[in-house]
């Protein structure tokens, strides 16, 4: 971790791959009706819903995801953040026979901005449950899902370890940078490999908003966000939609996420039939999500897949939701933020990275996409860490950047463009860059972090030989234009 001095401050520097770690193996349109954060200490009631409106979470409720909780500190030690020493602790939150786990972080500052990080996948060993205990035996690597719903004595679940030394190790690495940033971080576990269904694993997700409604006099008056990416942004759309009615998150970051269920157990279903030479493969990826999603929803062709679907959760979700997604992904299609963006009605600010041609496993196997370019710091990831920076209530910000990947999104953009498509999406993208919070810092060797406009500048005449100018690009991007 380094700190430089820049025009008077000292920037953090922000881990730009936190949405990428989780890969499988205001606007209009009726948003939530949930107030803020309510502090209940001297017994003031709890801001309900609108009259004539659904309660959210009581229609998850329906569907296994509770909405009384209780919550343990099992343990807790000093760390450090954001140059100084808070208390970490290791959360259970109990709900009846639901036990969901989560580590709570706080910052030196009463007042920062919260961020809930959705691991879907990463196993933990401190939760004293025979399950952890018996899969950190096993070790990393793939073993039985035996604990999973109706299994069928053959799939297989990857088991990765996190270590979880709080000053260093995998887990220090994915909640530093934020710490760094001014946040308080919460990071909850989807442990896929313990089992349960898919309302298990936005259980796993909401917990730590009740866990925030809970604390009320502590989380009063400050910013939430959510992110994830893959099944870890399910986690954090339908976990910020399932909210307790006394909390409203601030904004919603995801990255390839899976969001109308039934839709993609459909895909998952049909996909074999269509690749008849992966066709072992494939079944062998999907089964254990489609079991989980089985376990929570009607199977295809019988009665509504509700509350798992878009039309439920746009009715859930806070006004400021941004999806990023690549064409070419063949596990969780882009017609997923499609469908999102199409059926939220301009709360969904999506990401594209548009192709020529479309997904196919037979080229590109079970995969994500490659967005710009596989890179440790991906282009996705600091497009959507300046998006959430440039809301955030932070000091300044500098964010790594490749300049290899991000000329990857960029190509694809005026590919795109060439190809007389629409790219409104690109200037959204851009625009956090023109942010004073935000400074990006090359991967390549540049000792000096730059603005996003130094940065575009010098990269699109790089990329493109044009002469654009930091001015040049402001005034672009500014104008709803892109500036090359």
Partial sequence: MFLMTLRGFAPALLVSSFLMAAGCGGGSGGGSSRGPVVDQSDNTPSPGPVPGTASCPAVFEKAGVPVQWNFTTLAAQNVNAGGGSVTLEYVLANAGETNSYFLYIPSTDPLAPVIILNEAYNGIDWTGEGVDAQFAALGPGKHPDSFAPAYNG?????????????????????????????????????????????????SDA??????????ASTFAGRQLFTTGGSWGGLMALYGAAAAPDSVVPTAVAVTSAPVDLKAVRNYAMQLPSDVPA??????AFFSPYI?????????????????????????????????AHDDIDTIVPVAQTEQLQASCA???????????????????GLSHGDFGGR??????????????????????????????????????????RNRGENTDYAIAALRPLLSGKVWLQSTL???????????LAGLLNTLFGLQTTAESVEEALTANTLPF
């Fill in 154 to 202: 053959q799939d297989l679940v990857r088991y990765s370890p996190e270590t979880s030394a709080p000053d260093g190790g995998s887990l220090r690495a994915s909640v530093n940078l934020w710490l760094e940033s001014g946040f308080a971080v919460i990071k909850t576990y989807g442990r896929f490999y313990a089992g349960g269904a898919l309302a298990n694993d936005v």
């Fill in 346 to 364: 301009g709360r969904v600010q999506p990401i594209f990275w548009r192709r020529s041609a479309q997904a196919a496993v037979q080229t590109a």
């Fill in 206 to 215: 909401v917990a730590p908003w009740y866990f925030i409604a809970d604390r």
């Fill in 375 to 416: 890179s440790a710091v991906t282009d996705v990831g600091t497009l959507v860490g300046a998006w959430i920076i440039d809301q955030a209530d932070v000091e300044p910000t500098v964010i790594p950047v490749d300049p290899d990947s991000f000329s990857g999104f960029l190509m694809t953009v005026s590919d795109a």
């Fill in 445 to 455: 060797g540049s000792t000096q972090p730059q603005t996003g406009a130094d940065f």
């Fill in 278 to 283: 992966a066709s072992e493969e494939v079944n």
């Fill in 291 to 323: 079991r989980r999603i089985d376990a929570s929803i009607s199977r295809a062709g019988t009665s509504s897949s509700a509350p798992f679907d878009t039309t439920t959760l746009c009715s859930c979700l806070p006004d400021k939701v941004l999806a």
